[in-house]
C-alpha cells in the first residue's frame, strides 16, 4: 500500500481519489492510503474543485503534492 500527503489545502477542504475522500486538518494536512498504480487526485474547497493531479504510485511509495509552490 503506498499513500499520498495534500499540504497547505484550504483548511476543510476536501481531498479525493476515486471513492475515498478525507478532510484537510486545521494545518491544511491531509493523508490518503492508496493501492499502486495511477490515480486522479482532486482538491476542492467547498463545491469548488481548486487542484487535479494524477499521479502514480508504486512499491508503497509516499509521495507528497505541496499545493503552494
Known amino acids: 500500500m503506498s499513500s499520498v500527503e495534500v499540504r497547505d489545502a484550504p483548511a476543510g477542504a476536501t481531498v479525493q ?3 475515498t475522500a478525507v478532510r484537510a486538518d486545521d494545518k491544511g494536512r491531509a493523508q490518503l492510503a492508496l493501492a499502486d498504480g495511477w490515480h486522479d ?3 476542492f474547497s467547498g463545491q469548488k474543485q481548486i487542484h487535479h493531479q ?3 504510485l508504486q512499491d508503497g511509495s509516499r509521495k507528497v503534492i505541496d499545493l503552494i509552490p
Open 54 to 56: 494524477r499521479i502514480f
Open 41 to 43: 487526485l482532486y482538491v
Open 17 to 19: 481519489v476515486g471513492d
